[in-house]
């Protein structure tokens, strides 16, 4: 498994305004992954991040609304930008190790719960 | 149709008793099956995955998986009111990192 943490955890703000999310995973990892749940929802790839190149987006996501660094294979952030009541979610990084035998696992950070008004 | 479908509950069942869980899959070539569990306000932790046809155990929980159905699900034995959660079905097709996620299933164990 991994352990992954993610900062903050919660946060309000303002509409207009922007929020990185941190995560921080305690190996190093090729893949990781941001996810958004909304309220009663299941979970919505936002885009999944490559150390050493751009972020690939899911159909609905831009780059200039979600942008994501990953300086390295421990670590990325996720921006939030241009806040709007509808981005009030909670966000998730999750990253994918080996299980063996060629295939592979994701887990899970704790998320960060994001409440704009 | 929905990648993964999953009936959304709540699946109410007594302590003790066994919980089953059902999903299904729209595209045959899905290679990896999971099941998450999400306690309410938590993020989902993984619990079981599956790869290949039949039955895979671990502890209380046993993943069973029909390719040519398209189905998995996923049995708790000797339930327990722990064990109330949504219970999140994913699954990724060959050659891709993606998961795709079922919407989840709200089990409720009751004393």
């Known amino acids: 498994s991994a352990v992954i943490s993610q900062k903050p955890s919660r946060d309000i703000c303002q509409r207009g305004t922007s929020l990185t999310i941190q995560c921080q995973v305690d190996s190093q990892v090729t893949m990781m992954f941001w996810y958004r749940q909304q309220p009663g929802q299941s979970l919505t790839l936002i885009a999944t991040?490559?150390?050493?190149?751009?972020?690939?987006?899911e159909s609905g996501f831009v780059i200039d609304k979600f942008p994501i660094s990953r300086p390295n294979l421990t670590f990325s952030t996720l921006t939030v930008s241009n806040m709007s009541p509808e981005d009030s979610s909670i966000y998730l990084c999750?990253?994918?190790?080996?299980?063996?035998?060629?295939?592979?696992?994701?887990?899970f950070g704790p998320g960060t719960r994001l409440t704009v008004t | 149709q929905k990648e993964v479908e999953q009936n959304s509950g709540p699946l109410s069942v007594p302590e003790g008793a066994i919980a089953s869980l059902n999903c299904t899959y729209s595209d045959r070539v899905s290679q990896s099956f999971f099941w998450y569990r999400q306690y309410s306000g938590k993020s989902p932790e993984l619990i079981m995955s599956?790869?290949?046809?039949g039955d895979k155990e671990d502890g209380r929980f046993t993943a069973q998986l029909n390719k040519a159905s398209q189905y998995v699900s996923l049995l708790i034995r000797d339930s327990q009111p722990s064990d109330s959660a949504t219970y999140l079905c994913a699954v990724r097709r060959s050659g891709y990192n993606k998961l795709i996620f079922g919407a989840g299933t709200r089990l409720a164990v009751h004393p």
């Open positions: 599956i790869y290949s046809n």
């Open positions: 999750s990253v994918e190790k080996g299980a063996g035998q060629g295939f592979s696992e994701q887990y």
């Open positions: 991040a490559n150390q050493g190149s751009e972020a690939t987006y």
